[in-house]
């Protein structure tokens, strides 16, 4: 599988071998388990609003079959690459069967930097690469949703794009679309505020008192932004933040609701006035009851992972921390980390949510979403504590022997054919 190297690709199934070996998996189940079943590359030629003609790399894996369709984010960013796709789907996977969600994962993703396009570009980025992959997408195939640099209005137009394919609304195609064309309420606000609850549970875990606690966010977006509200809502305070232009520090807290309004002017946490700059690699570093990740992979690794002052490592984003950096931090015996599969599930949930409402054209009231988001959330956060207590085991460890024991059965069940 040479046409997946990559980095990250790379960190998944070196991931996956330490699960597989504790698992005592079979041998003969072992790639069939690991790899991705399938993937699109797409080109995606765009005329600029300079009447030049771009031509953009997208993708879209889709990583197992063996459930039900394939669910999973859909990322603009500049470093997008196939590796890096099929590595997301793998992690999705994990995520779905961890909370018992009826879905292989998949992921996809255009390799072009929304900040530097105007939002006609970004709609015809999207539109285009729609199109192409509309064989390869649907709601009883494989079901995209919001990712970085994506967001509800990405999700209204790729919903359209198919639609007007079909002659008909398909709603169900994309999740964490707009409420008004069949999203879900509370799906924009589920990642960060599953990861806010969480935290909570750590925090219990550990006899801390989430009021007065301390929590860093990296990666102020849709993820990182709702978590930390979410933090403060529950009594503790944000004391640093960043984005991809650099990051703020105030050991007093950061009053987020101006920070906010610098945002919506500036598009940017930068320049924000009422907390000193701080860089992005010294921000992971600083004393902190709470530490959340919620950026882009690979950002804790062997060279500062031993530097972390945090007792909670919640990890918002997908695959921030490397397996040389997990084997650090195995050893501190102080540190709780809530792994990505766990930590932000509460997207993958709501979307399944929307997805069922959508089906049945039958909505739910917010208080009931969030009910059942936590439900699972707690369920699946007690399943993993009492593994890894039972077997000795870091809670990733736990977490993604659970996702992958559930896929590997599937298989199993359904059998090899012909
Ligand atoms: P987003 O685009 O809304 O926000 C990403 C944020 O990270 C932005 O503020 C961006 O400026 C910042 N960022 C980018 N590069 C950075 C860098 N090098 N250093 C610091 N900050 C940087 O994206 P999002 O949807 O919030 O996703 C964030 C993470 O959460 C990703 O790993 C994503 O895969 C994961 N995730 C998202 C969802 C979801 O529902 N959106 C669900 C599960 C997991």
């Known amino acids: 599988m040479d046409i997946y190297r990559h980095p990250t690709f790379d960190m998944a199934c070196e991931q996956f071998d330490l699960v597989a070996d504790f698992l005592e998996l079979p041998t003969n189940d072992r790639d069939r388990v690991k790899y991705p079943k399938r993937a699109l590359t797409v080109a995606v ?6 009447g030049e003609v771009r031509v953009f790399a997208g993708y879209r894996v889709q990583h197992h079959l063996s459930m039900g369709p394939t669910k999973g984010g859909m990322r603009f960013h500049q470093d997008v690459a196939l590796g890096e796709v099929a590595a997301l789907a793998m992690w999705m996977s994990w995520k779905c069967a961890l909370a018992g969600l009826p879905y292989g994962g998949a992921k996809g993703g255009v390799a072009c930097d929304p900040r530097t396009l105007s939002r006609n570009e970004v709609e015809r980025v999207t539109r285009r690469f729609t199109q192409e992959i509309i064989p390869f997408i649907g709601p009883q195939i494989d079901i995209p949703a919001p990712d970085v640099g994506t967001n509800e209005q990405t999700m209204a137009w790729m919903m359209d794009t198919y639609s007007n394919h079909f002659g008909h609304a398909v709603p169900g195609v994309v999740t964490g679309k707009p409420v008004d064309l069949g999203g879900s309420l509370g799906r924009r606000e589920s990642t960060g505020r599953g990861v806010a609850f969480l935290v909570g549970r750590a925090l219990q875990t550990l006899g801390i008192k989430a009021e007065g606690s301390t929590a860093v966010v990296q990666g102020y977006g849709n993820v990182g932004a ?28 950061i009053d987020l609701i101006k920070l906010d309004a610098h945002v919506a002017k500036h598009r940017t946490v930068k320049g924000f006035t009422e907390a000193g700059p701080i860089g992005n690699d010294d921000l992971l570093l600083l004393k902190c009851d709470v530490l959340v990740p919620a950026a882009l992979e690979r950002v804790i690794t062997e060279s500062n992972a031993a530097k972390l002052q945090c007792r909670v490592l919640a990890e918002g984003a997908n695959g921030p921390t490397t397996p040389a950096a997990d084997a650090i931090l195995s050893q501190c015996e102080d540190l709780f980390i809530i792994p990505d599969i766990l930590c932000n599930a509460g997207g993958v949930i709501v979307s399944y949510f929307e997805w069922v409402q959508d089906l049945q054209s039958f909505f739910w009231s917010e208080a009931e979403v969030m009910d059942k988001l936590y439900r699972i959330l707690d369920t699946a956060f007690v399943e993993t504590l009492t593994l890894a207590r039972q077997k000795h ?6 977490a993604m022997s659970l996702g992958i024991r559930r896929v590997a059965e599937a298989k199993r069940k359904r059998g090899l054919f012909p």
Do not use: F
Not at 226 to 253: C, F, P, T, Y
Not at 393 to 398: C, D, K, N, Q, Y
């Open 45 to 50: 030629p765009v005329r600029m609003d300079s």
């Open 226 to 253: 709702v978590a930390a509200h979410q933090m403060v809502r529950d009594g503790m305070k944000v004391i640093a933040v960043s984005d991809a232009e650099g990051g703020l520090h105030n050991a007093g807290g």
């Open 393 to 398: 085991t870091p809670m990733r460890l736990a």
